[in-house]
């Protein structure tokens, strides 16, 4: 068994958040076809986390070849 400390934990599970965040704007963009207005924010919400997940995995991958998690 791993023994995770908070801030790990905290990572993982904003990483998780922002991917299930990532894959249901595909499905709000689809539903907002009538507004112009909202799919301009959606895909720019799905822009930003995406960003966000990259750089979460990022952090967690130097986490983990570094052992600290």
Same mark, same amino acid.
């Given at each position: 068994?791993?023994?995770?400390?908070? &801030?790990?934990?905290?990572?993982?599970?904003? =990483?998780?958040?922002?991917? +299930?965040?990532?894959?249901?704007?595909? +499905?709000?963009?689809?539903?907002?076809?009538?507004?112009? !207005?909202?799919?301009? =924010?959606? !895909?720019?919400? #799905?822009?930003?986390?995406?960003? &966000?997940?990259? !750089?979460? #995995?990022?952090?967690?991958? #130097? &986490?983990?070849? !570094?052992? #600290?998690?």
């Amino acid at each position: 068994m791993v023994d995770l400390d908070n &801030h790990s934990y905290n990572l993982i599970k904003a =990483l998780s958040k922002k991917a +299930q965040a990532v894959f249901r704007y595909d +499905q709000y963009l689809k539903d907002a076809e009538a507004c112009e !207005e909202c799919k301009k =924010l959606w !895909e720019k919400l #799905k822009n930003e986390d995406s960003t &966000h997940v990259e !750089e979460i #995995k990022k952090i967690l991958a #130097k &986490h983990i070849k !570094e052992g #600290k998690i």
